[in-house]
């Protein structure tokens, strides 16, 4: 890449970081990152399950926090994590952690979006009268606020007849709830994708897998995903793709990026859109792998932060480009994402950014 003097402690810092979310990095890897004091990666959902394994028995205390932290371990885990610690007042602190964690999952009925239960011996509702009698205590909410699932619903989202009830309630706090379901009967699909709230159709996109495709498309026109449901409503398994390209020149710019899933998409039609005015349309051409290096690299300095970003990822950029980004201090973090890193020079960029800094020598 360059000679090692000439690197900058700071973008070197910063490739560990990025190193941890490039979806291209192998297991080996990512256990380097670890020795190498790195663990903020441990947050990813789609985490092989070999690192986390390693991390609950590593031997740097600061490497077995993060997994504590992560909320992701399993009871198993906690005990190993819990037996590899040394200091008494640590493995107190991680048992005390441990129980709070699975405590607040016996809380959580549902799925994700669902609120926790008021403590553990909570009793959901189980007959209709008590349903009823539960529902009318819900108060009336203002349809601007930020809600997550009632506890109480989300346990009851496989009861279908239940879901058929609290799907027709006047109050808009429990037809949200309902619409957190993973799985719903048609008709009670049918009822929500027509909701007046269109909060109620994003949670739906977001949570149910039997949300039908035309709301899907709807959505899509004014909800470009969140940090919770990355990718939806478009990663959903029921979104259409056949004939998105009629979208290609569609006023809304949401629209118009759409037209790069459909799978008629071209080359041609990722490049046109590069050149949009709009950045959301530009957004999404940046991270297409169509595009030449020549537009990854204008779009990597576009004026809008987020362009930039996807196109820093982006494959197609050209090894040039991507190098100089890995030894830019502003680049380096997100430029380390790119999955056209060569395992290889992974292991290089581990190992250099390990060293102390007075040691980085060609």
Not at 15 to 32: E, H, I, T
Not at 107 to 132: K, N, Q
Request: charged content about 25%; proline content about 9%; some cysteine.
């Amino acid at each position: 890449m360059t000679a090692a003097t000439d690197l900058d402690p700071r973008s070197a810092h910063s490739w560990l970081f990025g190193l941890g979310f490039n979806p291209s990095a192998p297991v080996d890897v990512l256990l380097g990152l670890l020795d190498a004091g790195e663990a903020g990666f441990l947050q990813r959902e789609d985490l092989p399950p070999e690192v986390m394994e390693a991390a609950v028995v590593h031997e740097a205390g600061e490497v077995r926090a993060a997994a504590a932290e992560s909320g992701r371990l399993s009871a198993a885990q906690w005990d190993r994590l819990v037996a590899a610690t040394p200091d008494p007042r640590q493995r107190e602190l991680f048992a005390e952690l441990a129980g709070e964690q699975q405590a607040a999952r016996r809380l959580t009925r549902g799925g994700r979006g669902v609120g926790r239960a008021p403590h553990a011996d909570a009793t959901p509702p189980g007959t209709p009268e008590e349903i009823a009698a539960m529902a009318a205590e819900v108060p009336e909410i203002d349809p601007r606020d930020v809600t997550t699932a009632l506890w109480w619903v989300g346990a009851l989202h496989e009861n279908a007849e239940a879901m058929r009830r609290l799907a027709a309630s006047p109050k808009l706090l429990i037809r949200r709830s309902v619409a957190r379901a993973p799985h719903l009967p048609a008709d009670v699909v049918a009822v929500l994708a027509r909701d007046e709230d269109r909060i109620v159709r994003l949670f739906l996109a977001e949570s149910c897998d039997d949300a039908p495709a035309e709301m899907l498309l709807e959505v899509a026109g004014w909800w470009e995903g969140s940090l919770s449901f990355p990718g939806r409503p478009r990663s959903h398994p029921n979104f259409p793709r056949e004939g998105l390209l009629r979208y290609v020149t569609d006023s809304n710019p949401r629209m118009r990026a759409l037209a790069l899933a459909d799978p008629a998409s071209t080359s041609a039609v990722a490049e046109q859109l590069s050149h949009d005015l709009d950045p959301i349309v530009r957004r999404a051409a940046a991270e297409d792998r169509r595009l030449s290096p020549e537009s990854v690299r204008r779009l990597a300095v576009d004026a809008d932060q987020r362009v930039r970003l996807r196109a820093w990822v982006n494959p197609s950029i050209s090894p040039a480009a991507l190098v100089m980004l890995l030894l830019d201090v502003r680049g380096a973090k997100h430029a380390a994402r790119n999955p056209a890193i060569p395992v290889p020079v992974m292991h290089r960029m581990v190992a250099l950014a390990s060293l102390p800094s007075g040691a980085r020598t060609s």
